[in-house]
């Protein structure tokens, strides 16, 4: 947490944990302090919002993949619309349709690693509302939605620290969506910051006492990911 207070005070992060289904204990922790695009979905429309330069990089790999939907531009991303899927479909045929859904694969699959892999797959995090079955099937007006929170928020990292808790490591990576020099070289110093910034943290946080255990290591990555 105080990690995440450090690397990600304002809007469009996020601070994801998991745990052991037996142990209960930590297993690892995603914890996205930049974001390049947000994605927003009500109804059958999702909004791409591009929150970096590399943002707009990527946000113009997406009509291709998003087939099955009508593209609008817009002076700031762009959205994509879908049809309302028709009545009488079986399940199965329900959700094999194109969808806003689409939208949440696109921005994950289709990018291809061009330097430093790491051995953690491009990770879109998503939050998704119980409305998001509207897509599919017919919904009951809710009495209240005070939040009006939207069908599902997607973001595409540009900046995410992966903390591996078993092994005591934290990989801080950086991903840039296209190629030029001058992009990797900016993403380079960022992850070497974000690394400052770990280590930091982990001394801040450690106990005194002179049996306290080492902060954990810290990894350095940078992604350079195309179409």
């Not at 690892?28 to 943002?55: D, I, K």
């Amino acid at each position: 947490l105080a990690l995440y207070q450090a690397l990600a005070p304002g809007a469009n992060t996020a601070l994801l944990e998991s745990r052991d289904a037996v142990t209960k204990l930590a297993e690892h922790s995603f914890l996205l302090s930049r974001a390049a695009v947000r994605a927003e979905c009500r109804g059958q429309t999702v909004v791409f919002e591009p929150l970096s330069p590399q943002g707009s990089f990527a946000i113009a790999q997406l009509p291709k993949r998003l087939t099955g939907a009508h593209i609008t531009h817009t002076s700031n991303g762009l959205t994509a619309c879908w049809p309302p899927v028709p009545a009488g479909l079986s399940d199965r045929e329900r959700i094999a349709r194109p969808s806003p859904l689409d939208a949440i694969r696109a921005l994950t699959f289709g990018w291809s690693v061009e330097s430093s892999p790491v051995h953690d797959p491009l990770r879109v995090t998503c939050v998704f509302s119980y409305e998001l079955l509207s897509v599919y099937e017919a919904l009951t007006t809710p009495k209240s939605d005070p939040l009006n929170f939207p069908d599902f928020v997607a973001w595409l990292p540009e900046e995410l620290v992966v903390m591996d808790h078993k092994r005591g490591q934290t990989t801080p990576v950086c991903f840039v969506y296209h190629g030029e020099a001058v992009a990797s070289r900016q993403a380079s110093a960022r992850v070497e910051a974000l690394a400052t910034t770990i280590q930091r943290v982990a001394e801040a946080s450690r106990p005194v006492a002179a049996d306290s255990p080492t902060a954990p290591t810290v990894q350095a990555t940078c992604d350079t990911s195309d179409s």
